[in-house]
């Protein structure tokens, strides 16, 4: 073999190796935006439940919202409840049920423009702890402690906040999937500042009770 094939074959050695294999795997690239905020967890356990309640109010999805409440159809013995600031018990002459629930929340994230409103929710402790509602109950229903949140709803042409207190409790359902679910929600006023209650929200949304 003459010199002149020598460099043509050593020339077709080194660019092979030198090019990037068309057929080897490479890391997949980052999604853009944020895709991983889409995703709600199968919730397995209760801290589960309380990331995807945060998530379903800002992304303003209905089906993943309610799916976060205990349906009394499945478990009799966990009916959802909700609780309100005392301030208001009057207006909340019935037990709301998860068919208020979804009424409230259907039409607080329905509005004329597409875009509206923008949801903000946060919990304003710096941490959620979870105890069993008693010592039989470690493995199935738990309770929170007294957390301080901050909800930022804001419309085209205002902004509404609400600040104050909630307790849940959570259970997990003793059919399959034995997933966890809130069951009751309890609303405290902050100092005695009933308008930035979640309670006022919801009678505002479903009947304009105590609107401006």
């Not at 995807?52 to 800002?58: A, D, M, P, V």
């Not at 002459?93 to 068919?99: A, F, H, V």
């Not at 609303?187 to 009947?207: P, Q, R």
Request: aromatic share 16%; glycine share 2%; with cysteine.
């Amino acid at each position: 073999m003459n010199k002149y094939y020598q460099r043509i074959i050593l020339g077709i050695v080194l660019l092979i190796n030198t090019c990037t294999n068309p057929f080897s795997t490479r890391e997949p690239e980052e999604p853009s935006g944020s895709l991983s905020t889409q995703i709600y967890e199968p919730a397995i356990d209760p801290f589960i439940v309380i990331k995807n309640f945060t998530r379903s109010i800002e992304q303003k999805n209905i089906t993943k919202y309610m799916e976060i409440f205990q349906d009394e159809s499945v478990d009799p013995t966990h009916q959802f409840r909700f609780i309100p600031e005392k301030y208001y018990l009057e207006e909340f002459n019935r037990r709301w049920t998860l068919m208020d629930e979804y009424d409230y929340f259907n039409a607080l994230v329905h509005s004329a423009n597409n875009d509206f409103p923008h949801i903000k929710f946060e919990i304003a402790d710096s941490a959620i702890i979870l105890t069993p509602i008693n010592v039989s109950a470690s493995d199935d229903s738990m309770v929170t402690n007294n957390f301080k949140y901050r909800l930022v709803i804001e419309y085209v042409d205002h902004t509404d906040e609400y600040f104050a207190t909630m307790i849940l409790r959570l259970a997990k359902s003793k059919v399959s999937p034995e997933y966890w679910h809130i069951y009751y929600w309890r609303d405290y006023a902050i100092e005695n500042i009933y308008t930035k209650t979640w309670t006022y929200l919801k009678l505002k949304s479903v009947s304009g009770v105590g609107s401006d």
